[in-house]
C-alpha cells in the first residue's frame, strides 16, 4: 500500500501478568505509547488516507477514558474486586461476555500483556476508523506498543480478503 499515515499516543497504565510469573506477578504501572499506522491503495478526493485529527481524537478519547490511569487486568485476576472497591480504575481483558462495551475489545486476550495490548489497540483503532471519512481500502496496517523504553510489540493485523 503506497499510502500511509500514522498517530501516536502515550498514556500511564498499571498491569500485572501473574500467569508468567517472575517480577510481572506484580501490580506495577508502565508509561506506554502507542503509534497506529493506516494505509490506503489510493488517496481519497480530499487527498488524504483519512483525516488526521479525526483519526487522533477518536483513538485518543477511546485511550484517555478507558486505558489512560487505570489498571489493566486479566479477567480471572483476584485484584479486580478489590481495585474496583477502593474505587480504582480498571479495565478486564478476556471477559467472556463484558457489561463494558469497551471491554468487547478485549476479548480472547486473557491477560494485558503488551502483545495484547497491541492487539486491543488494534481493534479499537479499526472501529475509529470505520466510523470515519477515508479512502477506499483503507486499513489498520500496523500498531506498535512500547511499555518500556526497551519493550515494544507490534501487531499486524491480516489483510481482508
Request: charged share 25%.
Amino acid at each position: 500500500m503506497p499510502h500511509k499515515i500514522t498517530v501516536e499516543h502515550s498514556f500511564e497504565s498499571g498491569h500485572r501478568l501473574p500467569h508468567l510469573g517472575g517480577k510481572c506477578v506484580n501490580l506495577h504501572g508502565h508509561s506506554w505509547s502507542t503509534a497506529v499506522t493506516v494505509s490506503a491503495p489510493e488517496l481519497s478526493p480530499e487527498v488524504t488516507v483519512v483525516e488526521f485529527g479525526a483519526l487522533k481524537v477518536g483513538l485518543r478519547r477511546w485511550i484517555d477514558e478507558h486505558l489512560d490511569h487505570a489498571t489493566m487486568l486479566g479477567a480471572r485476576d483476584r485484584l479486580i474486586e478489590p481495585l474496583i472497591a477502593e474505587g480504582s480504575r480498571v479495565f478486564c481483558f478476556g471477559v467472556e461476555r463484558p457489561a463494558d462495551v469497551a471491554e468487547h475489545f478485549g476479548q480472547g486476550l486473557p491477560w494485558p500483556t503488551v502483545e495484547a495490548v497491541a492487539v486491543l489497540l488494534g481493534r479499537v483503532a479499526e472501529s475509529v476508523l470505520a466510523g470515519l471519512p477515508r479512502s477506499d481500502g483503507a486499513r489498520v496496517e500496523r500498531v506498535l506498543v512500547r511499555e518500556t523504553r526497551l519493550n515494544t510489540a507490534v501487531y499486524e493485523p491480516s489483510v481482508p480478503r
